[in-house]
């Protein structure tokens, strides 16, 4: 049996050059698969600081928003504690007769009945006719208003946290 050697070469050529062919295309395809890889770590790397930026821009809204609560809070307190010590010096005075509570009353209301007027020289109601009230009820009126001056620094208080939220 003869070999037809050209036969065999012609193939082997077409093996060689097939074979080639796969190489380059293979070269070539890995560079463009190391490229669209170095593209997809390079886009991973900018979303990852767009998202540390964003973060340390989030963390620095809520420093300064703990900052501006830490010093409403202050604020507050320190208005609920001067509130406090005023309404005590008041409750003491008054408890001391030191102060007197009085109301004016209308001339025409007190029904024939002559109520002495409370003079004083630093009085700023021109002889109107007052009525001292008893310090029992005078404590009661201080316990009242010392709670109405709470509920209104308490609501400011409130008022300040919601707008500095929502800010």
Known sequence: MVMPWKLVGAVA??????????????WRYGKQLAQQDRLHTETLNQLTQVAATAQQAEQDKRMALEQRLAASDKTHSEKMTNAQKDQALLR????TSDLRLSVLIDAGSTG??????????????HAAVRAELDPAHAQRIVA?????????????????YVRDVTR
């Open 13 to 26: 050529l077409v093996l060689t050059a097939w074979a080639s062919a796969w190489q380059v295309q293979d």
């Open 92 to 95: 003491d005075r008054l408890a």
């Open 112 to 125: 024939g009945c002559s109520v002495p007027s409370a003079t004083g020289a630093g009085g700023v109601d």
């Open 144 to 160: 009242i208003t010392d709670t109405g001056d709470r509920g209104l620094i308490a609501l400011q208080a409130c008022q300040a």
